[in-house]
């Protein structure tokens, strides 16, 4: 069981250009949920999606952010058109659903917009 | 709206000493609350998992504690190690499934 994976560790972007995010979920979990954590604050939600379907994008940047989760294949966190702004470091958990069993995080991807 | 606080925001100790970090909470319509730990340049480590139901969890030298009705939870790490040094984060997760954190407690263990 490889936990969440998400890819890449860094990533390193010039200001317009676009980051792509990838998360794969642990084997057995639907739920998929994404987080930003800003230089010295807390980890703040993003969006959380099950399969084909986003749940709740209450977090997410009005503009230039999108989210997916396709029936084949790993999430993907999509930032268009990135500014210093978004340099932050993005996390993906998962978990089975409201079960009580708690999320399980990966590694997370640092974004550094120059 | 839920928010989580953290206190101390950061905290030094002795190797083998026994501490305490807190986590308080203004919404008590909890589903569950989690500690994580997180090490620089890292994710997050699920530590504990305290179910609204339940009072308290163990595992190891840790200890976490529940207190609904007050709005508190509270991680006790027993006999310290250099090795616990990080930063440990709360999270409480409600009826929307999002986790909400506090900014966490940064923890030096010092030999």
């Known amino acids: 069981n490889a936990g969440v994976m998400q890819n890449p560790r860094h990533l390193v972007r010039r200001r317009g250009q676009e980051a792509r995010l990838r998360c794969s979920p642990m084997?057995?979990?639907?739920?998929v949920y994404w987080y930003r954590q800003l230089p010295e604050e807390g980890l703040k939600f993003m969006v959380y999606l099950q399969k084909e379907n986003i749940i709740d994008e209450s977090g997410m940047p009005k503009e230039r952010f999108s989210a997916e989760f396709p029936k084949e294949g790993p999430s993907i966190l999509r930032i268009q058109q990135v500014v210093r702004g978004d340099s932050a470091a993005y996390f993906c958990?998962?978990?089975?659903?409201?079960?009580?069993?708690?999320?399980?995080f990966g590694s997370g991807t640092r974004l550094t917009v120059v | 709206k839920q928010e989580v606080t953290q206190i101390p925001a950061a905290l030094s100790v002795p190797e083998g000493e026994n501490l305490v970090l807190n986590c308080s909470f203004t919404?008590?319509?909890?589903?569950?609350l989690q500690w994580f730990r997180q090490d620089p340049g890292k994710g997050l480590t699920s530590l504990l998992l305290i179910q609204s139901s339940q009072r308290e969890q163990t595992s190891g030298r840790l200890n976490a504690s529940l207190d609904k009705s007050s709005g508190r939870s509270t991680l006790y790490i027993a006999a310290s190690q250099p090795g616990d040094s990080a930063t440990y984060l709360c999270a409480t997760q409600g009826g929307s499934e999002k986790l909400v954190f506090g900014k966490g407690t940064k923890l030096t263990v010092n030999p």
């Open positions: 958990a998962s978990s089975r659903g409201r079960d009580n069993y708690g999320y399980t």
């Open positions: 919404d008590s319509a909890i589903y569950n």
């Open positions: 084997k057995g979990h639907s739920h």
